[in-house]
């Protein structure tokens, strides 16, 4: 085979059966010489099949980007190699190889503002890779193909004559992801690309993601923080902390068997959607101080389901032997004596009454609890207890309890009116 291409198809995993697009294997990457050194990944390894999408999880200052970056060339590695298709890409490769790297992995960058030459027109930017490797057959060709993708990731072909700081974060981020995907490349670093974004428009990023990976069988080394997002989009999901790998497995897996006690504390840190069991959660905190490698070295264990841990002999068997049991481990705790609490306190807001707490938490926006309705209800009480209780109904609680006050002071008081008069009327026949 020339040294200048890959093989049209990559190793097959043994033990599952599928493509092997991209392998790390054991790599340190190191920032700086002699005492000043500090190595920011230390033996890092896992592998990425074809056409999934393989999430790298960690803290801010993990080692992700670092990762990323050494996958695309950016940054060297000082140990271990990094293979595409089974063919090394890192360390020293010859000039024509490099370029085979760029053309088949692009990435997507964080910060979509930084990423994107001011001074270009958007149909520069996205036929930069274009007229470097000369993918296309003539002028009109190169259009269609910008043209073509432009629009595929949501914009309009008017745009291409534009400025990017004329273009909103989102369509930046856009912008960018078109040039990666308009050279057509088999696998895409996705460096937390939603994280600078409005939460209403990463979800429109995200399915843009999914749109290129089922059209194109694109996979995607994606690069975050946030395991909600990561559940949503990953096949597979790998942990990092401090530059060490320390737990990989497939999504449903992670997030049902977190044996890696850091994978516990990050499952614990999303947030849940009631805010009342929210409030209530007992946060799970990584403490390193718990493991002893003083003498029986840690490393990265199949433990069989395809699931890797970090840890030495002992912590493997107890992984194992709890991965065994096949009962899913719940990383997340409310705390008890906090939910009575809580709970007493909505029954005091509720008066007597028992109302479920779904429908709390779906009160409708326009139950304001205003005074008005009060007023309203005391001068016209019968119209207002009907108010009331077309409110219960419709589970507007503040309402119903403002119309039920009022009409029920309103009835009262015309009930010791009437009595007062019938005293008064007595008195008078005396």
């Known amino acids: 085979m020339p040294n200048n291409s890959f093989p049209e198809h990559g190793p097959i995993d043994p033990e599952t059966g599928k493509e092997i697009l991209l392998s790390v294997k054991n790599i340190d990457i190191t920032f700086g010489k002699g005492d000043s050194a500090f190595k920011a990944v230390k033996d890092a390894s896992f592998d990425i099949y074809k056409g999934e999408t393989f999430s790298l999880v960690g803290e801010s200052g993990s080692g992700k980007t670092t990762i990323g970056r050494a996958v695309i060339r950016v940054n060297p590695v000082s140990a271990g190699e990094i293979q595409y298709k089974g063919e ?5 490769i010859s000039k024509s190889l490099d370029r085979e790297v760029i053309r088949n992995i692009q990435m997507v960058f964080q910060d979509p503002a930084a990423s994107l030459n001011e001074r270009a027109t958007v149909d520069y930017i996205i036929s930069e890779g274009l007229y470097n490797f000369h993918l296309y057959e003539n002028e009109a060709d190169r259009v269609q193909k910008v043209e073509k993708m432009i629009e595929e990731v949501g914009l309009l072909p008017e745009h291409l004559t534009r400025y990017p700081h004329e273009f909103s974060g989102g369509q930046r981020q856009r912008i960018g992801l078109a040039r990666a995907m308009v050279m057509e490349p088999e696998l895409v670093v996705a460096d937390e690309p939603i994280s600078a974004l409005d939460v209403s428009i990463r979800a429109q990023v995200l399915n843009l ?11 995607y080394l994606f690069i975050a923080h946030d395991l909600s997002i990561v559940r949503f989009i990953s096949d597979r999901i790998g942990v990092i902390y401090k530059g060490n790998i320390v737990e990989v497995a497939e999504t ?14 990050l499952i614990s840190a999303v947030p849940i959607p009631d805010p009342r069991l929210e409030k209530n959660k007992v946060l799970f905190t990584y403490d390193p101080s718990v493991h002893d490698y003083s003498e029986d070295k840690p490393e990265l264990v199949n433990i069989g389901h395809n699931h890797f841990v ?7 068997e107890e992984y194992k032997k709890l991965r065994d049991e096949n009962k899913p481990i719940q990383a997340v705790t409310i705390d008890p004596e906090e939910a009575k609490k809580q709970r007493a306190k909505n029954t005091e807001f509720m008066g007597d009454e028992e109302v479920e707490s779904s429908e709390i938490l779906s009160a409708p926006v326009h139950d304001t609890g205003s005074v008005w309705l009060t007023i309203l209800s005391f001068f016209l009480p019968i119209l207002g207890l009907l108010a009331a209780f077309v409110f219960r109904k419709k589970n507007y609680i503040r309402n119903y309890k403002k119309c039920k006050k009022g009409a029920i002071v309103g009835l009262l008081v015309r009930a010791a009116v009437v009595v007062l008069f019938c005293i008064l009327l007595v008195m008078a026949t005396l």
């Open 209 to 219: 993601l999914k749109k290129f990976q089922k059209e194109r069988g694109v996979s």
């Open 310 to 316: 970090y840890g030495n002999k002992k912590e493997i």
């Open 252 to 265: 449903e897996e992670l997030f049902q068997y977190p044996l890696h006690p850091y994978t516990k504390s």
């Open 88 to 92: 090394r890409i890192s360390g020293n």
